[in-house]
């Protein structure tokens, strides 16, 4: 049997195109009350004060940083292992992004965040990679802004609280390839109330520049989200479960080792690192019918011209780590062939 068996695939069940076409048979597609009923469903699922949905994960954080007041003159921690729509979001705001390392996990370290500080730095965006937790409570004591970066950790609990709720701002993203989807769509979260309310009216606003970047989410999207929302515990099972056999197979590899801390209560992306060229390694899962990626597509401050010596961290990391298809929609057929392929591929012993 032949398989194609992409790195990525939402789970769309029929619940999940009934609710659309509700939505799509009363004729109201913009963003409305589908919207709403979404924002209170993912914040009593999250425990956060309040939630505003918008049409991306990049708008959330274009939305957290204007509500700020973030722009011209002011610096924006971000680090370098992460998406580059962060970076664009930044950027687009009229901030300058100043990068940090990050460690073996592609978290955050308070001492790489540290060294990247300046008088002009008024936020600090801190990444759950891969549904690994990082250490936002520690971030918290340098007395900035923390805009908590959630879009690979939807669901995970760091001492009983909900990532994306820890921060001053969380943010979130329901693209295709992520936790659950609305195909598109993110979302802003917050704690304080007032914040809150500044971020609705912003997003709201018809005024040039107040939200320049960001853009609401539309009820078709919504209700997509909201059935996804509704099996999400099934979501987490299966991820569970998914864990379990792949994480077996790997503590028996010869040539590749993981790139997580033992048994995690929550994974987004399943990673392994090893000594082989990343080019090779795609190939051989090619092979099997099997799309492997890099973690992220590139450094930011490889993209930026800066040198590797201040992110050792993240560019041993990009170099020697693959990313395998990891994800509810398999079936255990497919489940069984990529265990095999890594077994095949990185010497099973």
Not at 17 to 28: D, S
Not at 126 to 143: N, R
Request: glycine share 8%; with cysteine.
């Amino acid at each position: 049997m032949e398989f194609s068996i992409p790195h990525s695939r939402p789970w769309i069940e029929p619940p999940d195109m009934l609710e659309v076409a509700n939505v799509l048979e009363k004729g109201m597609v913009a963003s409305g009350n589908g919207v709403k009923s979404f924002e209170k469903a993912v914040n009593n699922y999250l425990r956060s004060a309040g939630a505003v949905a918008c049409s991306s994960g990049t708008s959330a954080i274009t939305l957290a940083l204007k509500t700020l007041a973030i722009g011209t003159g002011d610096e924006v921690i971000v680090p370098t292992y992460v998406c580059s729509s962060v970076l664009s979001a930044v950027v687009g705001s009229g901030a300058k992004a100043n990068l940090y390392d990050v460690n073996e996990s592609g978290v955050v370290t308070i001492q790489s965040v540290r060294r990247a500080l300046t008088s002009r730095t008024k936020a600090i965006v801190a990444v759950h990679t891969f549904g690994h937790p990082c250490d936002v409570e520690s971030l918290k004591k340098l007395e900035l802004p923390v805009i908590e970066d959630a879009c690979q950790a939807f669901g995970l609990k760091i001492n009983g609280r909900y990532a994306g709720t820890l921060g001053t701002f969380g943010i979130l993203s329901f693209h295709a390839t992520k936790c659950l989807t609305t195909g598109e769509g993110g979302m802003l979260l917050a704690n304080e109330l007032s914040l809150l309310e500044s971020a609705r009216a912003l997003l709201k606003s018809t005024k040039p520049n107040n939200a320049t970047g960001t853009g609401a989410m539309s009820d078709i999207q919504a209700a997509l989200g909201s059935a996804q929302l509704k099996r999400y515990p099934t979501f987490l099972d299966r991820r569970n479960s998914l864990f379990e056999s792949y994480h077996s197979v790997v503590c028996g590899l010869t040539t590749a080792k993981p790139a997580y801390s033992g048994k995690l209560p929550f994974l987004f992306r399943f990673t392994l690192t090893t000594p082989h060229k990343f080019e090779e390694v795609q190939k051989a899962f090619l092979a099997f019918g099997i799309q492997s990626r890099r973690g992220v597509d590139e450094l930011l401050h490889r993209r930026l011209g800066q040198s590797d010596k201040n992110y050792t961290g993240a560019s041993k990391l990009f170099d020697s780590l693959i990313s395998l298809p990891f994800y509810p929609s398999l079936s255990e057929l497919e489940q069984n062939h990529i265990l095999k392929a890594i077994k095949e591929v990185f010497n099973y012993d």
